[in-house]
Each structure stands twice: as structure tokens, then as C-alpha cells.
């Protein structure tokens, strides 16, 4: 710790300096999912949302399982071999290149974050295939010019590309925004590309997410918000949504003998034509 409320990193010739004395989405889902790459403040706001929202703890595992439901289908039966995955998050069980490169070795995959922690711990913990290959990209989802330019380093954008947003989406608080940045990503992708994402919302029995929401934007980091599946249906126009459609993250595509509980948590996989 090299002063109080900051922890620094140095990643290549860069010292990166990090604000803990703030809970950040990425500390603090790492938190939900029983991780230990957290601090006191993110620990101390994750358990009041939990308080609040008690579902939160099930709604993190929902996603990071549709995660690797997604990541498997779209290696496997749908034959993709390049990944962009937006919004990494800080390293767990089952990341997109791992689950990818178990169907498929010689996927390829580019992990997109702003968060200098997120991208320490990726480029020391998550190492790619011999056949394939695993990039880290330090850019900002509201800038999706430079998403795609330093993708394009590593993937080959003239082949199809399964572009992951999982819970990236509600951090974009305008959703036009929203919207424009989705089309300017698979625009640049050729047909045969997929989305796949998720969402938060207060629709399936999430109403209290509002009151979880109001407290996190109150004393957390970045600021975030839900959507209703109309809204989130914009992301997906022009684009031709797998079954079972858009649905509560745990009950896309369930293990044989699995039953899910419904979480507030949308996802979904859709396929541009």
C-alpha cells in the first residue's frame, strides 16, 4: 500500500495507482462471487446491497454461468474462433478464453477494460493456448473506435467474432448511447458474428434493485442503472436472437436436469445475419 486509500501496481513501465478507499464494480462483484480481490470499502458496500437485494449473490453466479454456456455453444456448434469480450471484470472460474479454448485451442480472444486492476491481474493470471492466443486491451466501452482498433490487432475482423458485453451495458447510463455504441461494435463485424449479454433490471422480480441502485450510486463506483427488456431489445435490432429469445440469464440454455431460479438479470445470444 503505498499511501492511505491507494494500492499501487506496475504493469510493463507503468505504475498504476489504484483508489481503494471507493468500492468498484469489478472489486466488488469479485466480492459477490466469494473472491478474494477486494477491499474493506468494496466488501462493506457489497454486503449492504446485500442487505438490501439478497438475490445479488445469485445473479453474479447466474451470469458467470451463462458466461460459460455462452462461450461453449458459440466455440462449439457455432464454430467461432475470435472473442472480444468487453467489460472482462477480474479474473474467476470459467473466463471466455479458457472455456473457449477447451472446445476450441486455436481461439483467440481479446479482453476489453479500463480498470488498471482488472488488467494487472488479467496479464499475470489469464494465459492462452499454445495453439491460440489471449490479449488484454485497456480502453473504455464508450469509446468503441479504440475498442476496435486495438481488437483488430489480435482478431481478424474479416471473420466472424462473438462480441461478449456481460453486465457492461448498465454502466452506459444513456441509452441511445447505449444503442450507438452496440451498432458501431457489430457493425465492424462480418455476418456470422454474434452479441451475447447481459443486463440487470427490475423487471423479473428484481423491484429491489431500486433501492440497491440508489445506494451504489451513492457510494460506489462507476455509476449504473437497469433496463427493461424493450429497452434492451434495442441492442439486438437487426440481429437474429438464438432461443430462447431474451430471457433471466439462468434460463438461457440450462444443463439437462438443471432448474434455475429466475434471476433480474436478462441474457441473451444473437446472431448477425
Not at 113 to 121: E, F, S
Not at 230 to 258: H, K, M, T
Request: with cysteine; proline share 6%.
Amino acid at each position: 500500500m503505498s499511501e492511505a486509500g491507494y494500492v499501487g501496481f506496475r504493469d510493463g513501465e507503468r505504475a498504476e495507482r489504484i483508489d481503494t478507499s471507493v468500492a468498484h464494480n469489478a472489486r466488488v462483484w469479485n466480492y459477490w462471487l466469494g473472491g478474494k480481490d477486494n477491499f474493506e470499502p468494496d466488501r462493506r458496500v457489497g454486503e449492504h446491497i446485500h442487505t438490501m437485494f439478497p438475490v445479488i449473490g445469485e445473479v453474479a453466479r447466474a451470469d458467470r454461468r451463462f458466461l460459460a454456456r455462452a462461450v461453449r455453444h458459440l466455440a462449439g456448434e457455432a464454430g467461432v474462433r475470435q472473442f472480444l469480450d468487453v467489460g472482462t471484470g477480474l479474473p474467476s472460474a470459467d473466463n471466455t478464453h479458457q472455456v473457449a479454448q477447451a472446445v476450441a485451442p486455436d481461439a483467440r480472444i481479446v479482453y476489453v477494460d479500463n480498470d488498471p486492476m482488472v488488467l494487472v491481474h488479467a496479464r499475470a493470471l489469464l494465459t492462452s493456448s499454445a495453439e491460440g492466443a489471449t490479449d488484454y486491451l485497456e480502453a473504455d466501452v464508450h469509446d468503441p473506435a479504440s475498442v476496435l482498433a486495438g481488437a483488430a490487432r489480435t482478431l481478424d475482423l474479416d471473420r466472424p467474432v462473438a462480441v461478449m458485453m456481460l453486465g457492461i451495458l448498465n454502466f452506459v447510463l444513456d441509452t441511445d448511447e447505449a444503442v450507438a455504441i452496440v451498432r458501431r461494435l457489430m457493425d465492424e463485424m462480418p455476418s456470422g458474428s454474434f452479441l451475447a449479454l447481459t443486463h440487470p433490471t427490475v423487471e423479473l422480480g428484481g423491484e429491489a434493485n431500486v433501492p440497491a441502485m440508489k445506494f451504489w450510486n451513492e457510494n460506489a463506483a462507476p455509476p449504473i442503472r437497469s433496463r427493461t427488456a424493450a429497452e434492451i431489445g434495442r441492442f439486438l435490432d437487426g440481429l437474429e436472437l438464438l432461443d430462447p429469445g431474451l430471457v433471466s440469464c439462468a434460463r438461457w440454455r440450462p444443463a439437462d436436469g438443471e432448474e434455475p431460479v429466475t434471476v433480474p438479470q436478462y441474457g441473451c445470444v444473437a446472431r448477425k445475419p
